[in-house]
């Protein structure tokens, strides 16, 4: 199992990078900054996973929130409007 | 033109399932029978499942914490069998509503609300969900004031999400049962609110 590098309340950035494949981290948020809201645990790494692999080493998974906003400039809503999404440690950053 | 009268042929992803389903019993993998149980068993998952989670965490506040800390140890407390999947529990208040999505495919909390509505894996709900949460809202009848903040849950990889609705007023004193009766498939997916008491048809 991968350490958990990323406590709940720090600053992340999801990479912006486009490998091909199976991947969970959606389009829209790669790039952004958001906030970790809780660690979920650990799991199998999907990108393996798809590719008939073991996905191991189990990799942490994490909530990520992220401000409306930040992420859709022409955003409607409200200031406090949030995103959460869950992104693998292996597609963050410190920032 | 021929009249084929009401005879389709069967689409790319029905002939899929038909030969993938009959190449597994043919090798002796799987039999009927099985694929028959699964499909029952599937059938039986409904959202009154769900119901009965909110309307306990409704009347019980313990329950109700140990929900929000622990979703799957609270159902599997009530004897609802969580497989292989984590699922969180989300709580609207005056000051949050929650909603729930899948971007990237229709990850839905099946456990506890059966199969999923066909709206939930379309590519409109799918994709303007992130995107103009409050303009879905309102095409679903739910008007949220601004200063309500909208939280949406992508839900991308190995979480499964439901909503704890807010209990409507006027609901002091009812039993569990009773309640239930007032929790929509769609009040725990977020796009809508339980049904009022008295409202009921």
Not at chain 2, 26 to 42: F, H
Not at chain 2, 162 to 173: D, K, S
Not at chain 2, 180 to 189: E, F, G, K, N
Request: charged share 25%.
């Amino acid at each position: 199992m991968v350490p958990a590098r990323f406590k709940a309340g720090e600053r992340v950035k999801v990479l912006k990078s486009f490998p091909l494949g199976h991947v969970r981290t959606p389009f829209y948020i790669r790039g952004h900054v958001g906030e970790i809201e809780r660690l979920c645990g650990s799991f199998p790494n999907p990108e393996e996973l798809a590719q008939m692999r073991d996905g191991l080493p189990a990799q942490p998974l994490y909530r990520v929130r992220f401000r409306q906003k930040e992420v859709w400039p022409d955003y409607r809503g409200s200031e406090q409007d949030v995103v959460e999404i869950e992104i693998f440690q292996h597609w963050l950053e410190k920032a | 033109m021929k009249d084929r009268g009401t005879y389709r042929p069967l689409s790319y992803f029905q002939l899929m399932e038909v030969t993938l389903r009959e190449l597994l019993v043919e090798k002796g993998l799987i039999t009927e029978e099985q694929v028959q149980r699964e499909v029952a068993a599937m059938r039986a998952r409904t959202p009154e499942r769900g119901a009965r989670v909110v309307a306990k965490a409704w009347v019980d506040l313990h329950f109700k914490k140990f929900l929000l800390e622990n979703a799957t140890a609270a159902c599997e407390s009530l004897g609802i069998e969580i497989p292989a999947l984590k699922l969180v529990a989300v709580e609207n208040t005056p000051q949050v509503h929650n909603v729930i999505v899948c971007t990237l495919c229709s990850c839905y909390p099946r456990v506890l609300l059966g199969i999923p509505p066909d709206w939930y894996k379309s590519r409109n709900y799918r994709s303007r969900t992130v995107r103009e949460p409050r303009v879905v809202l309102e095409e679903f009848g739910l008007k949220l004031s601004k200063e309500t903040a909208i939280r949406v849950h992508d839900s991308t990889a190995d979480m499964r999400y439901i909503v704890l609705p807010m209990r409507p007023a006027g609901t002091e004193g009812w039993s569990e049962e009773r309640l239930a009766q007032l929790v929509t498939r769609d009040s725990m997916i977020g796009v809508s609110l339980p049904t009022p008491p008295g409202s009921r048809v």
